[in-house]
């Protein structure tokens, strides 16, 4: 796989530093508000299960599964396919996710949720690529891991076609892999 990976952008100590980092924040931020943190799956994972044990205060697990994105362009239609197991009305909301490309799929997510009245509502994304942004959303991230330019990356949960989602750092996949 690794032969594969054009530039690794963010190595496993990276990843975990800046995770930390987030984690003083986010413990902070939550501190004795009991929040359900929602996991969009399945990119999510990785960056999941490390987050939330730098989240140092009492809160709770729970996870969705949206389908929107096949190869590397986005379809810009979102299905939810697995919904949540909590009620989240009037309580505290914190999504995380992979990365914040288009916008679409947590302009969605976003969208569904609000609906359910949480006591409030906030994104906090791995990887920011703003560059991407469908121009009428105007949704932002209030917690962002890194930004990353307009380029198609790969690693710990992130995929192309479903592989390469187990690299253990994020990298650059060569285009001449999914322009074949
Ligand atoms: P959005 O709806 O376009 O913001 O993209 C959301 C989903 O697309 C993410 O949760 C990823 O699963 C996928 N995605 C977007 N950009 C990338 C990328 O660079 N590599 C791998 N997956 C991506
Ligand atoms: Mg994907």
Do not use: W
């Not at 006591?119 to 469908?134: F, H, N, V």
């Not at 962002?144 to 790969?154: M, S």
Request: one cysteine or more.
């Amino acid at each position: 796989m690794d032969k594969d990976i054009q530039e690794v952008l963010f190595t496993e100590q990276q990843l975990q530093a800046r995770i930390a980092e987030l984690g003083e924040i986010l413990t902070r931020d939550y501190e004795g508000k009991n929040p359900v943190v929602v996991g969009v799956l399945k990119g999510v994972v990785m960056f999941y299960a490390d987050m939330i044990r730098q989240i140092k205060t009492q809160c709770e697990m729970d996870f969705m599964v949206l389908s929107s994105y096949e190869g590397t362009d986005s379809t810009g239609k979102a299905v939810l396919k697995k919904d949540l197991n909590v009620d989240i009305k009037d309580r505290h909301v914190l999504i995380l996710e992979d990365i914040f490309d288009t916008g679409n799929s947590l302009n969605y997510t976003v969208g569904i949720l609000k609906e359910r009245k949480p006591a409030s509502l906030k994104i906090c994304t791995l990887l920011d690529k703003p560059e991407r942004r469908r121009p009428d959303i105007t949704l932002q991230a209030d917690y962002v891991g890194f930004t990353i330019p307009n380029a198609f990356v790969v690693g710990y949960g992130l995929d192309y076609n479903e592989h390469y989602r187990n690299l253990p750092y994020v990298g650059i996949l060569k285009s001449e892999v999914y322009n074949q």
